[in-house]
T-cell receptor
Framework: SQQGEEDPQALSIQEGENATMNCSYK?????LQWYRQNSGRGLVHLIL?????REKHSGRLRVTLDTSKKSSSLLITASRAADTASYFC???????????FGPGTSLSVIP | NAGVTQTPKFQVLKTGQSMTLQCAQD?????MYWYRQDPGMGLRLIYY???????DKGEVPNGYNVSRLNKREFSLRLESAAPSQTSVYFC?????????FGPGTRLTVT
């Protein structure tokens, strides 16, 4: 399977703290995306980082990509209760023209 | 502007029954996808359609068929449902890289 892996599987933090989740993947990629899924809903695209980029920001989100380690991290700063959701990384591999989703990290932000 | 819609939202089937899950988009995107989501497994691609009139298998196509009726609609059919097909099914459309998801269909096969 080409599926990437998120780490940790579950994360619980207090409101106002930062949340970091990681994604590792297996072979060369064109790009890596992060999605959020609120309970019982469809996934929502958060951010895309291309293989030639190392860092991207979007509001309170910061994504890094280390192609030498085949890993990415998503940092959510100053977390809010509304950030409680599952977060998925999705990789577009160069050898496979479709996106592969990881199993996700479940984030709980406690008010 | 509804984006991506799916029907039904919930369905319970008995083993061996058939059903069709419907997906429609008003985003005018070419690519459409069907995924299933099981606990701890992320999303797995069942079938996709790069454009009207074309379909192709994803990671887990067995037990499913699809039809890309026109640019707007992409349906997923279970000919003989099995308990292993109990899952949440998501339709998605994409423009270049970003995917837009429907709200999902929760299917239980008993």
């Amino acid at each position: 399977s080409q599926q990437g892996e998120e780490d940790p599987q579950a994360l619980s933090i207090q409101e106002g703290e930062n949340a970091t989740m990681n994604c590792s993947y297996k072979t060369s990629i064109n790009n890596l995306q992060w999605y959020r899924q609120n309970s019982g809903r469809g996934l929502v695209h958060l951010i895309l980082i291309r293989s030639n980029e190392r860092e991207k920001h979007s509001g309170r989100l910061r994504v890094t990509l280390d192609t030498s380690k085949k890993s990415s991290s998503l940092l959510i700063t100053a977390s809010r209760a509304a950030d409680t959701a599952s977060y998925f990384c999705a990789t577009e591999y160069t050898s496979y023209d479709k996106v592969i989703f990881g199993p996700g990290t479940s984030l709980s932000v406690i008010p | 502007n509804a984006g991506v819609t799916q029907t039904p939202k919930f369905q319970v089937l008995k083993t061996g029954q058939s059903m069709t899950l419907q997906c429609a988009q008003d985003m005018n995107h070419n690519s459409m996808y069907w995924y299933r989501q099981d606990p701890g497994m992320g999303l797995r691609l069942i079938y996709y359609s790069a454009s009207e009139g074309t379909t192709d298998k994803g990671e887990v196509p067995n037990g499913y068929n699809v039809s890309r009726l026109n640019k707007r609609e992409f349906s997923l059919r279970l000919e003989s449902a099995a308990p292993s097909q109990t899952s949440v099914y998501f339709c998605a459309v994409s423009s270049y890289y970003e995917q837009y998801f429907g709200p999902g269909t929760r299917l239980t096969v008993t």
